[in-house]
């Protein structure tokens, strides 16, 4: 992402960051998609948006997904030394990143899924 701009992670499918984008929108914020499905982050900026979002990568983490499932990712541990092994999962399948990810020029993020949590970001 460039300096000055807002980017979302966006999966064009999905019913909540259809929801974000028209919120973003509604409120005129001026914004660049990232198809994360089609243009993967890579674990360095996984490392990076967690930094900003405060959160772990199993925070962020689609368990219910089919790919986790057959990772068994339920199974694994949740302390900092698992932390690479997550994020490497999250980078080698995207689909297991929580949607949408907001992320502002400010240096702010969010988890968008609800109205509250856009509002967050000010």
């Known amino acids: 992402m460039t300096a000055g701009q807002t980017e979302i992670w966006h999966n064009p499918r999905c019913t909540k960051s259809r929801n974000a984008t028209a919120r973003l929108d509604e409120v005129g ?7 994360y499905l089609d243009d993967p982050p890579t674990a360095d900026e996984l490392r990076a948006v967690l930094d900003r979002l405060g959160a772990e990568p199993w925070d962020i983490t689609r ?3 089919q790919i986790a499932k057959d ?3 339920s199974s694994w541990g949740r302390t900092p030394a698992d ?3 997550w994020i490497e999962a999250l980078a080698a399948n995207p689909k297991l990143i929580q949607r949408p990810i907001v992320l502002t020029a400010d240096g702010a993020a969010v988890v968008a899924r609800t109205d509250e949590a856009l509002r967050s970001l000010g």
Do not use: F, H, Q
Request: charged share 45%; hydrophobic share 25%; glycine share 6%.
């Open 71 to 73: 990772l068994d990712m």
């Open 63 to 65: 368990t219910g997904e």
């Open 29 to 35: 914020v001026e914004y660049t998609v990232r198809k």
């Open 83 to 85: 932390r690479n092994r």
